[in-house]
């Protein structure tokens, strides 16, 4: 079992940051992919950041250059920096980890971005 605990979201204004944290605890393999979704009021899911074991990231097209994901593989915990926030980046944000027995998900955590 993995389970995950998110913290860092609330409530700013545009062009304001804000840095989420999810930390991971269980049967983690070392090799593993961390990543953000987010979730909008009536839309899908959708891969907001993503960074593997060894360092390889990947971002959605609408925030690279804004946002940045980290991680400590000491602490098994994975970091999501978002600068310069939009209204459009208002979403329920959801921490993932998957390595090749898990799939695991965060319980959520709001964003909201006021324009």
């Known amino acids: 079992q993995v389970q995950l605990v998110e913290s860092g979201g609330g409530l700013v204004q545009a062009g304001g940051s804000l840095r989420l944290s999810c930390a991971a605890s269980g049967s983690i393999f070392s090799r593993n992919t961390m990543g953000w979704y987010r979730q909008a009021p009536g839309k899908q899911r959708e891969l907001v950041a993503a960074i593997a074991s060894g360092g390889t990231t990947n971002y959605a097209d609408s925030v690279k250059g804004r946002f940045t994901i980290s991680r400590d593989n000491t602490k098994n915990t994975v970091y999501l920096q978002m600068n310069s926030l939009k209204p459009e980046d208002t979403a329920v944000y959801y921490c993932?980890?998957?390595?090749?027995?898990?799939?695991?998900w965060g319980q959520g955590t709001q964003v909201t971005v006021s324009s």
């Open positions: 993932n980890v998957r390595d090749w027995l898990h799939n695991a």
